[in-house]
């Protein structure tokens, strides 16, 4: 069964004490708690976009074309990688549902 889709007006923020840098390769990150790695494009597109305060829905359109693919599979990607940053404390949802 699909996860549900997040809350269309939903915004996120990265969490205090997580750092992180667009590189050629995609975004090196770390979290002051212990960690860090890094993420290759075009989840790196993603994780931009989404701590630059768009919401869900204003993300989704922008993905698919940085990962030349249809909505329904960028919106898929992201809602996967949301849940990925959320669940590991990386970020924080503001508004929307949530």
Not at 4 to 23: C, E, I
Not at 33 to 43: A, F, L, M, T, V
Not at 66 to 85: H, I, Q, R
């Amino acid at each position: 069964m699909a996860e549900p889709t997040p809350d269309p007006r939903t915004v996120y923020r990265s969490q205090p004490g997580v750092g992180w840098v667009m590189t050629d390769q995609g975004i090196r990150w770390v979290d002051a708690r212990g960690g860090g790695g890094q993420w290759p494009y075009p989840q790196a597109a993603a994780w931009a976009l989404v701590v630059s305060g768009r919401g869900f829905g204003a993300i989704v359109p922008l993905l698919a074309a940085v990962m030349a693919a249809d909505e329904a599979a960028a919106a898929e990607a992201l809602g996967a990688w949301l849940e990925d940053w959320l669940a590991a404390g990386l970020l924080a949802a503001e508004g929307g549902g949530g």
